[in-house]
């Protein structure tokens, strides 16, 4: 069975970082491209930052371009999503996403994603 686990949330004012991690388990756990999507009160989950496991491409949501940096870890079996000059509008709940499905882009749609962590809290206060 197949587990993503994320941590890091929490709250910070506006122009702080905060960093999210995503460790996954389970056994013939195959992910083409991990991503962390959100989603706050009222709007739908929107894709933030996907990441090739494999080759390291990244892609990112246009609003966090430069702010936001995925990366992964290989021998921990995470991807983390460092967060910096945060606004209010980035509060949300943030979760993990797991595409095992080789395609020649990241996938932006939640639907594409097979797997998801249970979500964190990241409140970003002016």
């Known amino acids: 069975q197949v587990q993503l686990v994320e941590s890091g949330g929490g709250w910070v004012q506006a122009g702080g970082s905060l960093t999210l991690s995503c460790r996954h388990s389970?056994?013939?756990?195959?992910?083409?491209?991990m991503g962390w999507f959100r989603q706050a009160p009222g709007k739908e989950r929107e894709f933030v930052a996907g990441?090739?496991?494999?080759?390291?491409?990244?892609y990112y949501l246009d609003s966090v371009k430069g702010r936001f940096t995925i990366s992964r870890d290989h021998a921990k079996n995470t991807v983390t999503l460092q967060m910096n000059s945060l606004k209010p509008e980035d509060t949300a709940v943030y979760y993990c996403?797991?595409?095992?499905?080789?395609?020649?882009?990241?996938?932006?749609?939640?639907?594409?994603?097979?797997?998801w962590g249970q979500g964190t809290q990241v409140t970003v206060s002016s």
């Open positions: 996403a797991a595409d095992p499905v080789a395609r020649r882009d990241i996938a932006v749609t939640a639907n594409s994603y097979f797997y």
């Open positions: 990441v090739n496991w494999n080759a390291g491409t990244t």
């Open positions: 389970g056994r013939n756990f195959n992910s083409n491209t």
